[in-house]
């Protein structure tokens, strides 16, 4: 794994930059789902499939929704058939009035301004692009303790790791962000330090180029000198 990983980088300093995007971006994509300018946004950006634990993150819905009466869910991301979700979690998505689905999307990093808080409670990973996207954009994050997002997210510091397939524990640690503003902003400002310092295309490259700064000069080197058998 070059640096701390990551695959391209994250563009922190351009798309993914809460400087790119007013108070304004904010308000309109809330105002395009309905949702009040007062309301905490709990987000997801992924496949809408039970792998990516999205079964959980519905069964901690149903107890926050009833905890927060001003919190709202905004999934970013479509349906699939190869791994869908049991039909009464479907049917909830669908017709709970602060259930907002986005469907597929482009604009991902103007969807986080209207976020509060993200959520990635998936089975497996890659690396966890989407949370470190989430980072960027200022947001504390709660994910899963698997590879990928145990990279990806700094548990205590950029945002909190639950274990897979544990709604009760992702609905706790949820809670406790959606009660302290303080701490969303803490652990959000965190992120954003973290993507900028180790995650950025341009830390990328470099280690790309020095891994094969490295090589070269490994090849340019020469052989070792053979051992001369002993004679007996």
């Not at 689905?101 to 998936?122: C, K, Q, V, Y």
Request: charged letters at 20%.
């Amino acid at each position: 794994m070059l640096g701390q990983g990551s695959v391209n980088g994250i563009d922190a300093l351009g798309r993914f930059s809460p400087a790119q995007y007013g108070e304004g971006t904010r308000e309109r994509i809330r105002h395009s789902y309905g949702i009040p300018t007062d309301a905490l946004v709990l987000g997801f950006v992924g496949r809408i499939v039970c792998d990516k634990g999205l079964r959980e993150l519905i069964q901690a819905w149903r107890g926050l929704r009833e905890r927060f009466p001003l919190l709202h869910l905004l999934p970013v991301g479509i349906f699939e058939p190869q791994d869908p979700l049991p039909p009464a979690d479907e049917a909830l998505l669908r017709s709970d009035p602060r259930v907002h689905l986005a469907g597929w999307r482009t604009d991902i990093p103007e969807h986080l301004t209207a976020m509060d808080l993200f959520a990635n409670p998936s089975y497996r990973e890659g690396f966890g692009v989407a949370n470190l996207e989430a980072s960027a954009m200022g947001l504390p994050v709660v994910a899963t303790t698997i590879p990928g997002c145990v990279d990806s997210v700094q548990n205590g510091i950029t945002g909190t790791l639950v274990p897979p397939r544990e709604a009760l524990a992702l609905e706790e640690t949820l809670a406790a962000y959606l009660l302290d503003p303080s701490l969303r902003r803490k652990h959000g400002q965190a992120g954003r330090a973290r993507v900028l310092a180790h995650f950025r295309p341009e830390t990328l490259s470099r280690e790309v180029e020095g891994m094969y700064r490295g090589l070269a000069k490994r090849k340019e080197s020469p052989p070792p000198t053979p051992v001369t058998p002993c004679q007996s």
